[in-house]
Nanobody, 124 residues
Framework: QVQLGESGGGLVQAGDSLRLSCAASGSSFSSYTMGWFRQAPGKEREFVAA????????YYADSVKGRFSISRVNAENTVYLQMNSLKPEDAAVYYCAASLRGTYPKREIIYDYWGQGTQVTVSS
């Protein structure tokens, strides 16, 4: 069982940066594939980024590639999402998620545990 809690969201201007954090409690954090998803009002939740248990592999949505960076510190049970050059279309509630399955990390269905989300608002 893993409990996840996101932080770091807020209101920023277009072009600014934010770093989201997701703290995990429970056992075996280092065994989990970790992902970030987001959901804007009126839209379905979508994949943003994921990282394998060893940090050996990272995955990104095309819309954020080159601007966002996912990382993790297993010793701290924390995964981060560094977001640079933010755009108004990046505004959403951002969720972190954990999965013991390493395959198909971009697919929401593989994730077993979810945080409560943190709001990111980007003004133009």
């Amino acid at each position: 069982q893993v409990q996840l809690g996101e932080s770091g969201g807020g209101l920023v201007q277009a072009g600014d940066s934010l770093r989201l954090s997701c703290a995990a409690s429970g056992s075996s954090f280092s065994s989990y594939t970790m992902g970030w998803f987001r959901q804007a009002p009126g839209k379905e939740r979508e994949f943003v980024a994921a990282i394998s248990w060893s940090s050996g592999s990272t995955y990104y949505a095309d819309s954020v590639k080159g601007r966002f960076s996912i990382s993790r510190v297993n010793a701290e049970n924390t995964v981060y999402l560094q977001m640079n050059s933010l755009k108004p279309e990046d505004a959403a509630v951002y969720y972190c998620a954990a999965s013991l399955r390493g395959t198909y990390p971009k697919r929401e269905i593989i994730y077993d545990y979810w945080g409560q989300g943190t709001q990111v608002t980007v003004s133009s």
